[in-house]
């Protein structure tokens, strides 16, 4: 059981709002992740979540008892570090079992917990190793495993994957999503990479100076961001913004077109563009164009599409994925 | 250096000080252990004979080198136990950030820039002096009979000052490794539930083992050869009370005149501090290993 909710939850730095007042709900069994750019009070509301920063006003409920003030260790959440801030001086097993050892437990509890937790992240040939002697995958492994013995309410990760190599976090990011799967545990998730927001939430607050922009589920925000943030945040390559004619030709301040919803020809179309820079990958293209008289775009072809620079091309927005914002930025609905 | 010509002039360049910092260490080395075998007295100039391993027979079965080697021992182990304990406790008060940080701290390392003879003299007459020291006019405001330092407790009160002078050294090295202990860590602990004695002993005194290990091998070295505090007290009494083996070899030499006597005595502390060194690297020299 772990249901969470924030009420109010505020934090000061001296005179500096980091955080001005979050309201949330995170229900038992979620996977909730918390995305946003650097600095934007991600990983401090998790801090303030684990107990290891203090409010300066609001609640925070777990099962519905307010822990503001109680001390890290009462509140029944276990965290995995960017870090992994694993104990460099004891074995994988004590490093595993410290938590276990400081709740008082007896040997052989420790002893059965570590060891099925280990075969859960297949750490049962390592046991005997130190830390200094685990590849990064590894270390992260036993950092999920110290959380795991402790069968917490939730479990808290800050950015977790962003120390390890390209192909190892995208294992990790499926072991992660599996072990939740798993144990069905409550966790929350920070991190500033989108693409791991979107794969592994069940839900996400978008998070921009302390303020939440939105929350929902990964698709919910894709399709139907709330404001120009969420929408240019979510999604890879970043939406394409485009005011002037366009726009108020469609009774908006801006539109938002994301680079796979257009239509790429060479011969006619609704905007002539100039290829810049044409990106291969095989599976899909990016061209980098500047549009006539709008600015430079992003455009995301599927299969190879023989272009390169200096090529004259006309785009055409797929009409119903338009999203349509006012001057505040804030958005109209699809058109 | 890669060709042979410039290997060569390197070698030829740097011989200079290699050699005189070879003589220099082996020349006083090499006359002492052949002092150390003559019969040679400063008070009979032009008799000295070879009279073999007498001078180290006499040396060791001395109960002033007994009474001395305990005092040295003694000595050392205090002064380290008191300036690695006291080290570490200070380190953690001025790892926190408390008012006026920045001056206590300079406060704190400020001993270790005072000469040995110096703080032994600030200690002799203002702090100790059963007169008119500090210490005496704090027990007459309590009432107390103020304490003779120097006859009743001299071991005591050397290991005293010696501490004093130390323990910045030690609360130098140990702050700096407080400070690079990873802040994640400390929290990852207090998330396991680790109050702040468990964090203290299970995490930070492992992660201050090796800045311990560096302590006690450096300071162990100037320990064993303390003299100027001795010297300037108590003068190695009352009776061999504060007698060193430094101090000891110092007396034969120059206060009984005997040079044989004295180079043996010296070649005997070598000795011991070249066994104290063995034992010392064997037992916690691995932790530098890491």
């Not at chain 1, 410290?98 to 049962?124: C, H, P, R, Y």
């Not at chain 1, 366009?246 to 790429?264: M, N, S, T, Y």
């Not at chain 1, 002539?272 to 061209?287: D, M, N, Q, R, S």
């Not at chain 1, 599409?305 to 927005?317: A, Q, R, V, W």
Request: hydrophobic residues 50%; proline residues 5%; aromatic residues 8%.
């Amino acid at each position: 059981m772990g249901a969470i909710r924030l009420e109010k939850v505020k934090k000061t730095f001296g005179t500096l709002d980091v955080i001005p007042g979050v309201d949330l709900d995170i229900n038992d069994g979620e996977f909730v992740v918390f995305v946003g750019p650097s600095g934007c009070g991600k990983s401090t509301l998790l801090r303030l979540i684990a107990g290891l920063e203090d409010v300066t006003d609001g609640k925070i409920l777990i099962n519905g008892t307010d822990v503001a003030n109680e001390a890290p260790a009462k509140r029944g959440l276990s965290m995995v570090f960017q870090s992994y801030a694993l104990y460099p001086h004891m074995t994988v097993y004590n490093n595993i079992a410290f938590g276990l050892k400081m709740a008082g437990e007896s040997k052989e509890v420790i002893e059965e917990k570590v060891q099925s937790a280990a075969k859960i992240l297949n750490l049962t040939d390592y046991l005997e190793r130190r830390p200094s002697a685990l590849s990064g995958g590894q270390r992260q492994r036993v950092a999920i495993g110290r959380a795991i013995v402790r069968n917490p309410a939730a479990f808290l990760f800050d950015e977790p994957l962003s120390n390890l190599d390209a192909a190892l976090r995208v294992n990790m990011r499926l072991e992660i999503t599996g072990l939740h799967q798993e144990l069905k545990t409550t966790m929350i998730y920070v991190t500033h990479d989108q693409v791991e927001a979107m794969t592994m939430a069940d839900k996400i607050v978008v998070l921009q100076a302390g303020r939440v922009e939105q929350v929902g589920k990964p698709m919910e925000l894709y399709n139907n961001p709330a404001n120009k943030f969420v929408a240019g945040f979510i999604g890879s390559p970043k939406m394409n913004f485009l005011g002037g004619e366009l726009a108020q030709k469609r009774d908006c301040h801006e539109i938002g077109i994301r680079p796979e919803h257009i239509a790429v020809s060479t011969e006619s179309g609704e905007i002539p563009a100039t290829v810049k820079i044409a990106e291969h990958l095989g599976a899909e293209t990016y061209l980098h164009v500047e549009a006539d008289g709008l600015g430079p775009m992003t455009v995301r072809a599927t299969g190879e599409i023989p272009l390169g620079e200096h090529d004259k091309i006309f785009l055409t927005p797929e009409q119903d994925r338009i999203h349509r914002f006012d001057a505040h930025g804030l958005a109209l609905g699809n058109s | 250096m890669s060709t042979r010509a410039s290997t060569l002039t390197g070698r030829i360049m740097s011989a200079p000080s290699i050699i005189v910092l070879f003589l220099w260490m082996a020349v006083p080395l090499g006359m002492t252990i052949y002092f150390s075998f003559l019969r040679y007295n400063l008070l009979s100039p032009g008799m000295e004979e070879w009279i073999g391993t007498l001078n180290y027979e006499f040396f060791l079965t001395d109960p002033a080198f007994f009474a001395s080697l305990a005092n040295t021992l003694l000595l050392v182990g205090s002064v380290l136990a008191i300036t690695v304990v006291g080290g570490i406790l200070l380190g953690l008060m001025l790892d926190q950030p408390i008012f006026g940080r920045g001056v206590l701290r300079l406060l704190v390392i400020a001993p270790f820039f005072i000469m040995p003879t110096v703080n032994a003299l600030v200690w002799k007459n203002l702090l100790m002096d059963p007169v008119s020291g500090m210490f005496a006019w704090i027990a007459s405001l309590f009432g107390l009979p103020a304490i003779d330092w120097f006859t009743n407790a001299p071991l005591t009160s050397i290991i005293i000052m010696v501490s004093w002078q130390w323990l910045p050294f030690a609360v130098l090295i140990l702050l700096t490794a407080l400070q690079s202990l990873d802040r994640d860590q400390k929290e990852a602990a207090q998330m396991d539930g680790a109050g702040p004695i468990s964090i203290f002993f299970y995490i930070t005194l492992p992660h201050l083992s090796r800045a311990i290990t560096v302590v006690v091998l450096i300071e162990t070295i100037f320990l064993l050869t303390v003299f100027a505090e001795i010297f300037v007290t108590t003068g190695g009494g009352p009776g061999l009370a504060t007698t060193n083996i430094a101090f000891l070899v110092y007396t034969q030499a120059l206060l009984q005149f005997d040079v044989g006597g004295a180079s043996a005595g010296g070649i005997v502390a070598v000795i011991l501090a070249n066994i104290v060194a063995i034992f010392l690297i064997r037992l916690i020299g691995k932790n530098l290993d890491k």
